[in-house]
T-cell receptor
Framework: AQSVTQLDSQVPVFEEAPVELRCNYS??????LFWYVQYPNQGLQLLLK??????LVKGINGFEAEFNKSQTSFHWRKPSVHISDTAEYFC?????????????FGAGTQVVVTP | DTGVSQDPRHKITKRGQNVTFRCDPI?????LYWYRQTLGQGPEFLTY????????KSRLLSDRFSAERPKGSFSTLEIQRTEQGDSAMYLC???????????FGEGSRLTVL
């Protein structure tokens, strides 16, 4: 069975400061890893995914996540946040193969950006 | 808008009543997923379909929950004899095949009084 732990339930951060969201997972098999964002009253949006290859995955707005197999982690980082980054962020894991889409999500990290 | 749409967005019902939620996936997507999200938690997988075939339903929370996708297009999630513990956001997602990105709808929020 899989499990996902997001180590921080809430992260307050000042605008233009860096932020890191931590995610650890446990699984007996190889997995795919994801980060999703959820804005209030909206559905989840995919930010990043790790399927294979380079362990450093980069997003389109300056954020990135790094897969560390030995530490079973997939931490997300952004070097400079904006007010608009205030949202809830979810880490998710999925077994490889036909189980695509059967995600195990973490409990989420609420990022609150203040001026 | 061609994203995943869910209806109704909000539903308030009394304990013991039946409720049904509808999900319309992105038109060419053959996979459809249902998740439940309770306050302060991440989404929890319930069931999924490939075309009209339900590939797994063991994660449905009890036999009061059922889902259908009769023609491989829209799907319905029904909860019979609702209980207060069923209050949650029910999310639908769809993807193209077993490697495509999941696109989530905005969810249907259920409140059971």
């Amino acid at each position: 069975a899989q499990s996902v732990t997001q180590l921080d339930s809430q992260v307050p951060v000042f605008e233009e400061a860096p932020v890191e969201l931590r995610c650890n997972y446990s699984s007996s098999v190889s997995v795919y890893l994801f980060w999703y964002v959820q804005y209030p009253n909206q559905g989840l949006q995919l930010l990043l995914k790790y399927l294979s290859g380079s362990t450093l995955v980069k997003g389109i707005n300056g954020f990135e996540a790094e897969f560390n197999k030995s530490q079973t982690s997939f931490h997300w980082r952004k070097p400079s946040v904006h007010i608009s980054d205030t949202a809830e962020y979810f880490c998710a894991v999925s077994d490889r193969g036909d189980s695509w889409g059967k995600f195990q999500f973490g409990a989420g990290t609420q990022v609150v950006v203040t001026p | 808008d061609t994203g995943v749409s869910q209806d109704p967005r909000h539903k308030i019902t009394k304990r013991g009543q039946n409720v049904t939620f509808r999900c319309d996936p992105i038109s060419e997507h053959n996979r459809l997923y249902w998740y439940r999200q309770t306050l302060g938690q991440g989404p929890e997988f319930l069931t999924y379909f490939q075309n009209e075939a339900q590939l797994e339903k063991s994660r449905l929370l009890s036999d009061r929950f059922s889902a259908e996708r009769p023609k491989g297009s829209f799907s319905t999630l029904e909860i019979q004899r609702t209980e207060q513990g069923d209050s949650a956001m029910y999310l639908c997602a769809s993807s193209l095949g077993n490697a495509g990105e999941l696109f989530f709808g905005e969810g249907s929020r259920l409140t059971v009084l």
